[in-house]
């Protein structure tokens, strides 16, 4: 069955370093998204991609980077990561305008 | 950013009972998504609405799209505990990237 994966699931980190969470979709899907989910926030979208070689970004994409080499994945890196990059972070993947499959989630702690 | 009000945020009601939750924007829709997300889980779609008026059913579950494109509800009938979880509304004015609410969180007592 086609799925979307996320890895890792849990994460814990130190200020400043580099972190990349893994996102990966057996569906086919061109489009792709990442979302942080923040109580009283709801899911904020982080960067998107519509297809190889095209990445853009959303609402709150400061600090974070993606880069789409294949149809496939949709890696997240947090350059230099800070404490308020605590979250709880879900990709997404869709081909249609009618909604998207998640992945299950990295729970990301910087401290 | 743009975001989606939802209400309530949360609410605590008793096994057997009807939910409402709406969601509005100050923006116009085309297309209006409720997801349910399970404690540990990401989202799951319940619901997709096409067109301002319609409403549609997903066994006890029925959604509305409202009329002015700016708001939307979901209903709950009967709850039982496994409804408990977060509700999100999401929308799109066209294109394939949608805004989400805040989300309610509902706790059902046996």
């Known amino acids: 069955d086609a799925e979307i994966t996320q890895s890792p699931r849990h994460k814990i980190t130190e200020t400043g370093r580099q972190v990349t969470l893994a996102c990966h979709q057996t569906?086919?899907?061109?489009?792709m998204f990442w979302y942080r989910q923040d109580l009283g926030h709801g899911l904020r979208l982080i960067h998107y991609?519509?297809?190889?070689?095209?990445?853009n970004k959303g609402e709150v994409s400061d600090g974070y980077s993606v880069s789409r080499s294949n149809t496939e994945d949709l890696p997240l890196t947090l350059e230099s990561a800070a404490s308020s990059q605590t979250s709880v972070y879900f990709c997404?993947?869709?081909?249609?305008?009618?909604?998207?499959?998640f992945g299950s989630g990295t729970r990301l702690t910087v401290v | 950013g743009q975001q989606l009000n939802q209400s309530p945020q949360s609410m605590f009601i008793q096994e057997g009972e009807d939910v409402s939750m709406n969601c509005t924007s100050s923006?116009?829709?085309?297309?209006w998504l409720w997801y349910k997300q399970d404690p540990g889980e990401g989202p799951v779609l319940l619901i997709a609405?096409?067109?301002?008026?319609e409403l549609t059913s997903n066994g006890r579950l029925t959604a509305q799209f409202g009329i002015t494109r700016k708001d939307s509800f979901l209903n709950i009938s009967a709850s039982i505990p496994s409804d408990v979880g977060i509700y999100f509304c999401?929308?799109?004015?066209?294109?394939?990237?949608?805004?989400f609410g805040t989300g309610t969180r509902l706790k059902v007592l046996a």
């Open positions: 991609s519509y297809g190889v070689q095209d990445t």
């Open positions: 997404a993947s869709s081909d249609t305008l009618y909604g998207y499959t």
């Open positions: 999401a929308g799109s004015s066209g294109t394939y990237k949608y805004i």
């Open positions: 923006s116009i829709f085309n297309t």
């Open positions: 569906w086919n899907h061109n489009n």
């Open positions: 609405l096409y067109k301002a008026g």
